[in-house]
């Protein structure tokens, strides 16, 4: 079985009462597979610790809108993610926001740093390591860190020229 498996059948999975950050290219890649275009909206963060980006000072600039909101998932009623069902994640894999498919790793706008604690690698087998229990490989993570960071850069970057074409018109 793997990690992720064992994790949800303990405690409380990653999907549930997070704000899960997505970026335009996550829309897109989400809207060819689902016909609702209702999953996401622009929230306040929920949890004051996610203003805490000390070695990442870029993340907020990136990902908070003028407004001070972020746009995360929706969540359904009982604070569980709205793609999240009872047999897992209702999205394919290849379209899961890039932030879920990095899940657990760490990492910042120059590389992966480490696991997150929050992760139970005390439930993995003797002998097993966690990158073959998650299926995750560094160099895949470190892929779809770069796609994450471009993504959020590229945003972060038209929004700034607009603001600046609309301060000159
Ligand atoms: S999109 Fe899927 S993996 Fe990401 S939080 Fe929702 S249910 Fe979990």
């Known amino acids: 079985m793997r990690l992720c498996e064992k994790c ?58 003028e407004n001070g909101t972020r746009r995360v998932l929706k969540h359904k009623e009982n604070n569980r993610c709205i793609f999240l069902h009872d047999m897992g994640c209702s999205l394919p894999g290849y379209v899961r926001p890039l932030v879920c498919r990095l899940h657990p790793f760490l990492y910042n706008e120059q590389g992966l740093t480490g696991i997150s604690s929050d992760c139970p690698v005390e439930l993995l087998d003797v002998n097993e390591d966690i990158y073959t229990s998650i299926g995750i490989n560094t160099s895949l993570a470190e892929t779809w860190r770069k796609e994450l960071y471009h993504e959020l850069f590229n945003e972060y970057n038209e929004n700034r020229q607009s603001m600046r074409k609309a301060m000159v018109s």
């Open 8 to 65: 949800a059948g303990v405690k409380n999975t990653c999907c549930i009462a997070r704000d899960v950050i997505i970026t335009p290219g996550d829309i897109k890649r989400i809207e060819e597979v689902i016909i609702s275009k209702d999953f996401y909206e622009f929230r306040p963060v929920s949890d004051l610790e996610y203003l805490v980006q000390e070695d990442d000072p870029n993340w907020n600039i990136y990902t908070f809108f």
